[in-house]
T-cell receptor, first 113, second 114 residues
Framework: GENVEQHPSTLSVQEGDSAVIKCTYS??????FPWYKQELGKRPQLIID?????GEKKDQRIAVTLNKTAKHFSLHITETQPEDSAVYFC????????????FGTGTRLLVSP | DSGVTQTPKHLITATGQRVTLRCSPR?????VYWYQQSLDQGLQFLIQ???????AKGNILERFSAQQFPDLHSELNLSSLELGDSALYFC?????????????FGEGSRLTVL
């Protein structure tokens, strides 16, 4: 089945810096790659997603890139702010069988003022 | 507000006991998913239901069971509870049988087993 690996597990940056979180997936048929943000004690919320027919997608300060050949996708956050501090999860949707998202293990991002 | 409602929000119980967590999906969503999140851990997929039928199973213990009712709400039953079952249990819903779109998570039920 699909396996998603996420790195790094923790990331500390200064306010205003950029942050990059990387994920790799194993199933070449996977076709949907969302990113969820989970603030402490809260529910995960979708912040951006990308489908396999697109290489890059941007939404204000966040962007996601997808390299299907290498089977990896990344989340880029520019001009980080303290409120970006949270755990970020990547996920992949296998393209075959009964569909269910497979989540990465999460990245704890800490943005220091 | 995601539109997914989970009850109870917090639950404290003792080892060996049984609890039931309840989830009401967003209006119109046919799929319900259950995830377990232990302290500082990722989201572990437990089970998925689609329109009343079990669709996919993950790392769900035999002591745990779930069902989705005709009104589409779902219940997760946890029995013979152990200390290690303490976790945040999330329910999520989506429109179709598979999350080709967004998964909407509830606020979670925090279970503490003493």
């Amino acid at each position: 089945g699909e396996n998603v690996e996420q790195h790094p597990s923790t990331l500390s940056v200064q306010e205003g810096d950029s942050a990059v979180i990387k994920c790799t997936y194993s199933d070449s048929a996977s076709n949907y790659f969302p990113w969820y943000k989970q603030e402490l004690g809260k529910r995960p919320q979708l912040i951006i997603d990308i489908r396999s027919n697109v290489g890059e997608k941007k939404d204000q300060r966040i962007a996601v890139t997808l390299n299907k050949t290498a089977k990896h996708f990344s989340l880029h956050i520019t001009e980080t702010q303290p409120e970006d501090s949270a755990v970020y999860f990547c996920a992949a949707l296998p393209g075959t069988g009964f569909q269910k998202l497979v989540f990465g293990t999460g990245t704890r991002l800490l943005v220091s003022p | 507000d995601s539109g997914v409602t989970q009850t109870p929000k917090h639950l404290i119980t003792a080892t060996g006991q049984r609890v039931t967590l309840r989830c009401s999906p967003r209006s119109g969503d046919l799929s319900v998913y259950w995830y377990q999140q232990s302290l500082d851990q990722g989201l572990q997929f437990l089970i998925q239901y689609y329109n009343g039928e079990e669709r996919a199973k993950g790392n769900i213990l035999e002591r745990f069971s779930a069902q989705q009712f005709p009104d589409l709400h779902s219940e997760l039953n946890l029995s013979s509870l152990e200390l290690g079952d303490s976790a945040l249990y999330f329910c999520a819903s989506s429109v179709e049988g598979g999350p080709s779109g967004e998964l909407f998570f509830g606020e979670g039920s925090r279970l503490t087993v003493l």
